[in-house]
Structures are given as C-alpha cells and as structure tokens.
C-alpha cells in the first residue's frame, strides 16, 4: 500500500485547503511535506478561481516540527535518513516552499488547529494570516535541539512580532501559550478548537468575496516587500503608478459602482491575465 499524501489539498470554493495529513506522526515535518506545500502554493498561483489559501493540519496537532523518528542522527543529511526526511546538502530543505509561498499572488490563512513548534511553526511564517485554538501551544525550539533557526525565520519572525520577542523566544526556546502568541502578535485571534475551521473559512470568504484578486496579490507583496524598509521610499516609488494603472481598470469601475450601489462586487480582473510586472518584488542581486 502506498503512504498517504503528506498534504491533503481540497477545493471548497474560492479556497483551497492545504491539511497536513501525518496525524500518526504529530504532523511531523518532511521533504516530501515540504514539496506537497511548495506544489499547493504554486497551483493556487496559477488557478484563478483559487482565491485564498487556507493551511491547517488532520489530528490534534498541528506539526509537532521535524521528523526525528531516525533518532539522534535524524537531522544529518550526510546519512541516509536524513536525507530521506528533509534532503540533502545540494538540494536545501525549506528554501522550495518558503520560495512558492512568498511568491504566490493568493492570500494565506494558517489555522493552528493544536501544538506548532520547530519547522511546523517557522513553515506559517511566510502566510498572511494566522489564528489558532486556543489550547495550542507554540515553540521556536532550535537551540535546544543544537540548531540554528531555519526557513528563513530569522527574517520572518522579527518583521511579525519585532527583534526583542523573536530573540526571547528563539534563544528561551520555550514552550509558550496561545494566550502569549496572541498577545505578541504572532497570531491575531483564538478560537475554540471546534470552531476553528468555522472562523478560518469566514475570513477566507470575507476576503474572496469583497476584495479584488489583482488588488489583493499586489497589497501582499507591497507589504511584505516594504513594510520591513526603515523608509517608505521604496514603497513611494511604486504605489502611485500602480494606482494610476489601477484606476483605468474594470476592477476599480466595478469596485466604486458596487459601493455605490450597495452590493456585493463582482471583479472581472484576473491574476493570469492581469496582475502587471513588479520588478521590485524580489531585491536585485
């Protein structure tokens, strides 16, 4: 029999639910877990009736980080099992996913449906939204396991809850609350857990329904892209031009009659045909 895909993907919708489906396993993170989710952000980047991404996980855990089932030698990836679960030197481990979600042009929604702690906390970094139950628990458990954050979370982390948390949860490597990851900003509600996928799909809805997709997959960028500057020159630079191109769309048209008019919008813009070039998405170099 073959194993059970590592990712479940499910339309509902404008949505598409990614679940992490080794609920045996706590969810524990591997390669082939990684390329399931770089592979589900790049088809909701290329489908325009995918409108929003929604990540959550089967079981009580949400991932309990990485895959140490080959025991204290399950991180070298010079042995064989190492390899096996998060790959080799050549290849890299995290860099496939945390690439396909920056770069997808569809809003992300993580929904901690129990525990996250190691890779299965730094792989939600790069999404937009995250809210959890409120009995899961949250740990950036590197150094306690001799190990140096990863997935690009010593960029992300900072720019979410700023320097100071980031540095006393990495260097702790406490097991912490949602109460506190709410109250630091890392997530921005709590739920009860039979309620959570209730909530995660109203807040995909909202924003499927009432925002325009080229609208949407040019604001994630902007803000991921110059919200960390320390000027708004770089953003001043762009976001009129984008907006004097905007605003001879049908999108904007549509947009202020459905205002007007008081109903719900109907946006005709697509993301394959209609999201124009942005050259400064990723820095020169």
Excluded: H
């Excluded at 290329?46 to 079981?59: N, Y």
């Excluded at 204290?72 to 064989?80: C, L, N």
């Excluded at 980031?166 to 506190?180: D, K, Q, V, Y």
Aim: with cysteine; glycine share 10%.
């Amino acid at each position: 029999m073959s194993e059970e895909a590592p990712v479940l993907a499910e339309r509902d919708g404008p949505i598409l639910w990614l679940r992490l489906n080794r609920p045996d396993a706590m969810n524990a993170y591997t390669a082939a877990m990684g390329a399931a989710l770089a592979a589900g952000f790049r088809r909701a980047d290329e489908d325009d009736d995918i409108r929003v991404v929604v990540l959550t996980a089967k079981g009580r855990v949400f991932c309990a980080g990485a895959d140490v089932s080959a025991g204290a030698g399950a991180f070298d990836t010079a042995s064989g099992e190492g390899a096996k679960n998060f790959g080799n030197r050549t290849e890299g481990r995290d860099s496939d996913f945390v690439s396909a979600m920056m770069d997808c042009r569809k809003p992300s929604i993580v929904a901690f449906n129990g525990a996250a702690a190691g890779v299965g906390l730094t792989l939600t970094l790069p999404c937009d939204i995250r809210i959890a139950a409120d009995t899961a628990r949250f740990g950036f458990v590197f150094a306690r396991r001799g190990l140096a954050p990863e997935a690009g979370s010593a960029w992300f982390l900072p720019q979410l809850v700023g320097l100071s948390q980031a540095l006393r949860w990495c260097l702790t490597g406490t097991l912490f609350p949602a109460s506190e990851a709410l109250d630091k900003g890392l997530v921005s509600e709590l739920r009860p857990p039979e309620a959570l996928e209730a909530r995660a799909r109203e807040l995909a809805l909202e924003i499927a329904e009432n925002c325009a997709p080229v609208a949407l997959a040019l604001t994630r960028r902007m803000l991921w892209r110059f919200g960390p500057q320390a000027t708004p020159a770089g953003a001043l630079a762009v976001d009129a031009a984008l907006n004097i191109a905007l605003g001879q769309t049908a999108d904007v048209r549509e947009g202020v009659s459905a205002f007007l008019e008081k109903r719900g919008p109907r946006f005709p813009g697509t993301v394959s045909a209609d999201f124009p070039d942005t050259p400064w998405w990723r820095p020169a170099g």
